[in-house]
């Protein structure tokens, strides 16, 4: 049976494709690994207790590549086909779309407990607030990627039934600069009286633009473009365009951050090269991989949260507050530890099965 990975990517446990030496795949797959710990780490901040500017620079502008990454593993595996004049079957599409969203539900039910000890979810109980809770902002603070990415494969969907891949691309390109400003430019929209009156309105329906109709839609597309056009850079160029846009971002970062013009910091306009580059840079890379690590990607996605809890609550029950939680580079690993401690045996149980019911990424 199949399974689903962080992406919400849908693969076959018996799948040899990804662990041929032959298929530029690999790269993909250890960085899902790396782009988790990094969502681990905009969390529990690592480096806020050594340096706010250097925690600032690491997690809030370079660690911003995980998400991206993830839509694009999305798009690169599920949207191909819907991109183009030929129709295909939507039963791939649909059956994305109802694993994701029982995953959702199931991450949802896992986390009511908490939310409700916290005080999440009464923040007002107005049928608005429900509606931004459950369809744009999550039902808890990390879930909020997956109904984005549901609205956003929705969306580049019916998008693709209407025009060309490159059209789709530029439509989204133009979501992402609007959610721009919403976002990390937010301190020059509302300067511009209809602009703040726009963006104001829409902050009445969606607390952050980093959602599925601004934020998603062209990491999923430029997913969708590298596969469709079997494009590739050589090695060399995309190790430099990397560098290259990862530099301007921080630049871009600090810019912004000095001007006090971030309403929040998870979009960037060199964020689109620099995710262009680190996807060309990864489908260069072969060798073998481990498929049970990328399901455990999936649990440290939808756990960590839990174990940060678990590590505050351990800290001051035992008198370590300093070491686990002041410490925040103590503190991040011990939360690491536990959660891929705990998500390997998940997985391994979950591949054993060979089934589950948990989506994140997209069939090849």
């Not at 030929?86 to 995953?103: D, M, N, R, V, Y």
């Not at 430019?185 to 726009?198: E, K, M, R």
């Not at 190790?239 to 990862?246: D, E």
Request: aromatic share 14%; proline share 4%; hydrophobic share 50%.
């Amino acid at each position: 049976m199949e399974s689903l990975t962080l992406s919400g990517e849908v693969v076959k446990p018996d799948c040899t494709s990804l662990v041929d030496k032959d298929k530029p795949l690999c790269g993909i797959d250890r960085f899902r690994q790396i782009a988790a710990l990094l969502i681990v780490g905009i969390h529990t901040y690592p480096l806020s207790s050594i340096n706010e500017s250097l925690n600032f620079f690491v997690v809030n502008v370079f660690s911003r590549i995980a998400v991206p990454f993830f839509l694009m593993v999305t798009g690169f595996f599920l949207l191909p086909q819907y991109l183009s004049k030929e129709k295909s079957s939507a039963g791939p599409l649909i059956k994305f779309i109802k694993k994701t969203g029982l995953f959702y539900a199931i991450a949802t039910v896992l986390y009511l407990p908490v939310g409700i000890y916290a005080g999440y979810y009464f923040r007002g109980v107005k049928a608005v607030a429900i509606f931004r809770s459950i369809i744009f902002d999550g039902t808890f603070y990390h879930l909020w990627y997956l109904p984005a990415s549901i609205i956003g494969v929705m969306l580049l969907y019916l998008l693709g039934r209407r025009f060309s891949i490159r059209t789709v691309l530029g439509i989204a390109a133009l979501l992402y600069i609007i959610g721009l400003f919403g976002d990390s430019y937010y301190g020059l929209a509302v300067n511009v009286p209809l602009l703040n009156t726009a963006y104001s309105a829409g902050f009445r329906v969606f607390t952050y633009t980093r959602n599925g109709l601004f934020y998603a839609p062209v990491f999923l597309a430029m997913g969708a473009m590298l596969a469709k056009t079997g494009h590739r850079l050589d090695v060399r160029i995309s190790l430099l365009g990397f560098a290259a846009s990862m530099l301007l971002m921080l630049g871009e970062g600090s810019v912004l951050r000095l001007a006090g013009f971030q309403r929040h910091d998870s979009m960037y306009a060199a964020l689109l090269p620099c995710m262009f580059f680190l996807f060309q840079l990864l489908l260069t890379q072969k060798g073998k991989t481990r498929p049970i690590l990328r399901d455990a990607t999936t649990w440290v996605y939808i756990l960590h949260p839990l174990f940060i809890i678990a590590v505050r609550g351990a800290a001051k029950a035992t008198g370590l507050t300093g070491l686990l939680v002041e410490n925040s580079m103590v503190h991040y690993m011990a939360v690491c530890l536990l959660t891929v401690a705990v998500s390997l045996p998940v997985a391994k149980l979950q591949q054993r099965k060979k089934a589950s019911a948990f989506p994140m990424i997209a069939d090849k």
